[in-house]
């Protein structure tokens, strides 16, 4: 049994002997057979070979690069970085809006405040000149203006309000970009906030001198109004003594 396996394993190796040998025999024809010489095939497949394994490398090397940004990115830091500027950027926009909407409101506050100044003023100087239901009927004008003063500046009030908590979530913005590494965020919120605040100043100073004027002209108002029921009073009593030396 030992025997027959062992002449099996002989025949299989004279086999696999015989097969090399064909295949050499074959690569030899072929080379011969070619117009170019041995060696200049052999240099060329070693080149050959040589690229490939230079690509392959390169190949690998850059297609690690984006590989190893990406994990850069996955970061705690760079994530929490990213958040904060997002943070950052609704926190621009929600001033913007604020701010928008406050310079808005009090411009027509100031608005109606110099209507009805001009409307006192007005009445201030045909004071003299009105029949009672013309009197009545200003005076109807200037009431319904100041209802409609009283409305925008309960406007503005409310807007404010938006706009003061838009600055303190910009402003907590704005630091947390910096404590996390997003220096051009935090820069942005801050000239942002910078511009809004300079803008509600403007007008603010316009709505202020606003009721200034209109604080005089109601000033102005009660001393014209005395000054005319004192002459009023007076032609009564001058009427009256007339009337007793009758």
């Given at each position: 049994?030992?025997?027959?396996?062992l002449?099996l394993?002989?025949?299989?190796?004279?086999?696999?002997?015989?097969?090399?040998?064909?295949?050499?025999r074959?690569?030899?024809?072929?080379?011969?057979n070619?117009?170019?010489?041995?060696?200049?095939?052999?240099?060329?497949?070693?080149?050959?070979?040589?690229t490939?394994?230079?690509?392959?490398s390169?190949?690998?090397?850059?297609?690690?690069?984006?590989?190893?940004?990406?994990?850069?990115?996955?970061?705690?830091?760079?994530?929490?970085?990213?958040?904060?500027?997002?943070?950052?950027?609704?926190?621009?926009?929600?001033?913007?809006?604020?701010?928008?909407?406050?310079?808005?409101?009090?411009?027509?506050?100031?608005?109606?405040?110099?209507?009805?100044?001009?409307?006192?003023?007005?009445?201030?100087?045909?004071?003299?000149?009105?029949?009672?239901?013309?009197e009545?009927?200003?005076?109807?004008v200037?009431?319904a203006?100041?209802?409609?003063?009283?409305?925008?500046?309960?406007?503005?009030?409310r807007?404010?309000?938006?706009?003061?908590?838009?600055?303190?979530?910009?402003?907590?913005?704005?630091?947390?970009?910096?404590?996390?590494?997003?220096e051009?965020?935090?820069?942005?919120?801050?000239?942002?906030?910078?511009?809004?605040?300079?803008?509600?100043?403007?007008?603010r100073?316009?709505?202020?001198?606003?009721?200034?004027?209109?604080?005089?002209?109601?000033?102005?108002?009660?001393?014209r109004?005395?000054?005319?029921?004192?002459?009023?009073?007076?032609?009564?009593?001058?009427?009256?003594?007339?009337?007793?030396?009758?």
């Amino acid at each position: 049994m030992t025997d027959f396996l062992l002449l099996l394993t002989n025949m299989a190796a004279l086999r696999r002997s015989i097969a090399c040998l064909n295949f050499f025999r074959s690569t030899a024809a072929s080379v011969l057979n070619s117009r170019k010489p041995l060696r200049h095939r052999l240099v060329r497949l070693r080149d050959v070979t040589r690229t490939s394994l230079v690509s392959l490398s390169v190949g690998s090397g850059l297609s690690a690069v984006p590989f190893m940004q990406q994990v850069e990115n996955l970061s705690h830091e760079s994530l929490i970085r990213s958040a904060s500027s997002m943070v950052t950027d609704s926190a621009n926009t929600y001033l913007s809006q604020t701010t928008q909407a406050l310079v808005d409101s009090i411009t027509q506050y100031s608005k109606a405040l110099h209507t009805l100044i001009s409307l006192q003023r007005r009445y201030l100087a045909s004071l003299e000149k009105l029949s009672t239901a013309e009197e009545d009927a200003i005076w109807q004008v200037i009431i319904a203006q100041r209802v409609e003063v009283g409305d925008r500046l309960d406007e503005c009030n409310r807007f404010e309000s938006n706009w003061i908590n838009a600055v303190n979530l910009c402003e907590m913005a704005a630091e947390a970009a910096y404590n996390t590494g997003a220096e051009h965020a935090s820069v942005t919120a801050k000239t942002n906030l910078q511009v809004a605040k300079v803008q509600v100043e403007e007008v603010r100073q316009i709505s202020v001198d606003a009721e200034r004027k209109l604080t005089e002209t109601q000033a102005e108002e009660i001393q014209r109004m005395a000054e005319y029921a004192f002459i009023e009073s007076g032609s009564d009593d001058v009427h009256e003594a007339y009337l007793r030396e009758d």
